[in-house]
């Protein structure tokens, strides 16, 4: 058994759902590489003068209350969105926290028998796209800060880390590399690998913080996973946990060393790649368990309702998917 990592108190619901508190859209700009089919920003927020303010570490969350009503009539639920800046606030202002809504768009598609087969409506999220909507000044209510796992150690330079993203799973990363490399007065020495996975290269986020970090910091590394562009002769992409496989002469070392803590958010779908390839490659000793009826089966046989049952992540992994 490992020690788990000593991770610091963090502040939970200082602003509940029954009484937000207003917050004050500073700029609300897009964050992707290049043209995309999605819609992702870096909205930042002014929080000043309420319990927010200075109260969220990198790694938690805040819920937004989008205005109006739901089909029954009741005011719109809380949504949650990561916070994508450092535990100082956004560059280093306590009054600043930011987040990276994705659009939500769908198409209907009939979910039980009785539905109507031929409906294929377009589907608006209610809160993702009244954030993205946002224009610098526009008030929003907020509450939170949600979280208190998904953090990084009081000691970081006792760990080395292995983080893993898809889409905007990004945002704890971007927080966790500024409080890492940048808010400090001498940069984490740990190892740090960020893999990011997104289905082509221009839905990357936030890429040219990461690509800047790595031109200045030598043990930051950044890998990008993409899912549907070729690669060299190869006519399929990749998934962030298939270059942990790809690139075992650097990831096993690394994942056998009881220093190592992963932290993985986004897609859920993410999560059960990730469990597969620890158990396939014998890196599962630090970061999950399997109860004995998964023991004797091939991890590559393994359900989503079976990992969802018998795996569990240790404290050396902090899963953040939704
Ligand atoms: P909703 O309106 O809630 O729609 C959600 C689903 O319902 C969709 O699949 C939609 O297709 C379906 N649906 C909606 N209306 C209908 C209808 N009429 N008929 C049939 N189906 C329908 N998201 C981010 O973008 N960035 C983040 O940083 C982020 N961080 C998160 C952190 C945490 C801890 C959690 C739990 C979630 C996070 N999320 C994040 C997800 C976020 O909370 C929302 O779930 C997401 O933005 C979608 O909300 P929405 O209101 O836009 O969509």
């Known amino acids: 058994m490992i020690d788990?990592?000593?991770?610091p108190e963090a502040n939970v619901n200082l602003v509940t759902p029954k009484a937000p508190v207003t917050g004050r859209v500073v700029s609300n700009d897009k964050c992707m590489k290049g043209k995309s089919s999605s819609f992702v920003r870096h909205t930042v927020i002014d929080i000043a003068g309420t319990p927010l303010e200075g109260a969220c570490l990198a790694g938690q969350s805040f819920g937004v209350l989008a205005p109006g009503v739901d089909e029954n009539g009741k005011p719109h639920k809380v949504r949650l969105y990561s916070i994508a800046n450092g535990s100082r606030g956004e560059n280093g202002e306590a009054n600043l926290i930011s987040t990276t809504p994705k659009r939500l768009i769908d198409e209907y598609?009939?979910?039980?028998?009785?539905?109507d087969a031929s409906k294929h409506d377009l589907i608006l999220?209610?809160?993702?796209?009244?954030?993205?909507?946002?224009?610098?000044?526009?008030?929003l209510q907020v509450t939170g800060p949600?979280?208190?796992?998904?953090l990084l150690p009081v000691n970081p330079d006792e760990?080395?880390?292995?983080?893993?993203?898809?889409?905007?799973?990004v945002a704890?990363?971007?927080g966790f590399c500024l409080d890492l490399l940048v808010n400090r007065e001498t940069p984490c020495s740990s190892q740090i690998h960020f893999i990011m996975g997104?289905?082509?290269?221009?839905?990357l986020l936030y890429d040219d913080l990461f690509t800047d970090?790595?031109?200045?910091h030598a043990h930051f590394h950044y890998h990008t996973a993409i899912s549907r562009e070729p690669r060299g002769d190869n006519p399929r992409g990749i998934y962030t946990h298939n270059l942990i496989e790809e690139q075992l002469d650097l990831f096993g070392p690394l994942l056998e060393s009881s220093r190592t803590l992963i932290y993985m958010c986004g897609l859920r779908g993410m999560q059960s790649g990730v469990h597969q390839v620890l158990q396939r490659r014998g890196l599962n000793a630090n970061f999950q368990t399997v109860s004995e009826e998964l023991q004797d089966v091939d991890p590559s046989e393994w359900t989503t309702a079976q990992m969802k049952r018998y795996v569990r992540p240790t404290s050396h992994m902090m899963v953040e998917v939704y």
Do not use: I, M
């Open 172 to 174: 704890p990363f971007r």
């Open 4 to 7: 788990p990592p000593k991770l």
């Open 146 to 150: 949600a979280g208190k796992r998904f």
């Open 109 to 115: 598609s009939p979910q039980r028998p009785d539905d």
């Open 125 to 139: 999220g209610v809160c993702s796209n009244f954030l993205c909507d946002l224009q610098p000044g526009d008030e």
């Open 213 to 216: 970090l790595t031109a200045k």
């Open 198 to 203: 997104s289905p082509y290269t221009t839905d």
């Open 159 to 169: 760990h080395d880390f292995v983080f893993l993203a898809t889409g905007t799973g």
